[in-house]
């Protein structure tokens, strides 16, 4: 199901734009499908600056040939001094905890922390969700921290 985020970009699922749209909101300058180096044909969700890229491993465990493609990406990093911030599925549902799941490194150019409600605001996607355990289009549910 391809869904869009606030800034235009197109993603592979509401997780990925959820993830992008918190990108965005917190004004982290982000790339969507960076290639790897080293002549793969492997691609980053994510690229931040030249050399932290991101990956949504929503499916890991569901295939072998998917938990290679991991397993591939990781020993890539390693290789070129890339940092990988890996997200799953249990980082946003059922509450999104994607501030603590990125380092402090790009904590240092957080501008704002907004209201993560609003990330929701911009998912456009076609398609629809189970109408079970659904409500407002919302498959999380977001918890509001105290600042």
């Not at 909101?25 to 980053?44: F, K, L, M, S, V």
């Not at 949504?56 to 890539?76: M, N, Q, T």
Request: net charge negative; proline share 6%; with cysteine.
């Amino acid at each position: 199901m391809l869904t869009k985020a606030k800034d235009g970009h197109v993603c592979d699922s509401v997780s990925e734009a959820l993830i992008d749209n918190w990108l965005t909101e917190h004004g982290i300058a982000h790339e969507r499908d960076a290639r790897y180096p080293g002549g793969t044909n492997h691609t980053a969700d994510w690229r931040v600056g030249d050399t932290v890229f991101l990956e949504y491993f929503g499916l890991a465990h569901d295939s072998p040939r998917y938990d290679k493609a991991i397993s591939e990406k990781k020993k890539i990093c390693e290789q070129h001094a890339i940092l990988l911030i890996e997200i799953y599925p249990q980082d946003l549902y059922p509450t999104m905890q994607l501030s603590e799941k990125i380092p402090s490194l790009l904590k240092v150019i957080l501008p704002k922390k907004p209201n993560t409600g609003s990330i929701w605001a911009g998912v456009d996607y076609e398609g629809s969700f189970p109408k079970n355990n659904y409500e407002n289009r919302n498959p999380c549910k977001i918890s509001k921290r105290s600042e």
